[in-house]
């Protein structure tokens, strides 16, 4: 074995936009028409530059989202956060609200997973106040959306959070629930906002 196998097995490869849209292609080829994967199909321009792993959460988010401030003060929708952040728990979404504080400033950040919290107070919270991050788990963010209780119209980013691994060494992807979940969120709706131009994609 050359050590530069080695290196390449254990050294981490940052994801790119072609792992997803390539994750995508495999998962709709199974049961879809050529024309529907075509419509399912997202092209480069739907994302946004990819965490090379140099960066801290906060640093990824003000390069990909310089002009956040200004976004963030007119953004004034109900139901709706401008950006969704997209991982594979409860522990770990707390992770990252924490670790986003020096990007944030004092907008509003709303938990989406569902462990100790009914998804009817997030339906409640979310119709009476406006909310700015939305991070959470994509199985109960699905809900949400499939139940009214957050609308993607003002949605502006959702960001995977593709390359951190949990104690087991797996990604969010490696996750089969998760794994499922997350493409059944962008099918439902992200895939077309993003092909709109609407939205933009990360992966963190």
């Known amino acids: 074995k050359k ?24 998962h709709f ?7 529907e994967i075509e419509e399912l199909k997202l092209s480069d ?6 965490n090379d792993l140099t960066h801290s959460f906060s640093s990824y988010l ?29 522990l770990r979404s707390l992770e990252l609200i924490k670790s986003m504080v020096a990007f944030k400033g004092d907008c509003r950040v ?7 919290i009914k998804i009817k107070e997030q339906m409640n919270i979310l119709e009476k106040g406006v909310f700015h991050i939305g991070v959470g788990t994509p199985g109960r963010v699905k809900a949400l959306v499939e139940q009214d ?5 003002s949605t502006k980013y959702m960001i995977l959070d593709w ?30 906002l993003c092909r709109e131009g609407s939205v933009k994609l990360g992966l963190f």
């Open 3 to 26: 050590i530069s196998d080695i290196l390449e097995k254990s050294a981490p490869k940052p994801g790119v936009p072609a792992d997803l849209q390539n994750l995508l292609s495999q």
């Open 29 to 35: 080829a199974e049961n879809r028409s050529v024309i």
């Open 45 to 50: 321009s739907c994302f946004l530059p990819a």
């Open 62 to 90: 003000k390069e990909i989202c310089p002009k956040w401030a200004k976004l963030r003060k007119n953004h004034k929708e109900k139901k709706s956060v401008v950006m969704l952040i997209i991982c594979s728990s409860a």
């Open 110 to 116: 709303l938990k989406l997973f569902a462990k100790h």
């Open 149 to 153: 209780g957050l609308c993607l119209n």
């Open 163 to 192: 390359n951190w691994r949990d104690q087991k060494l797996r990604r969010m992807m490696d996750i089969p629930e998760i794994k499922k979940e997350t493409i059944d969120l962008l099918e439902m709706s992200i895939i077309k």
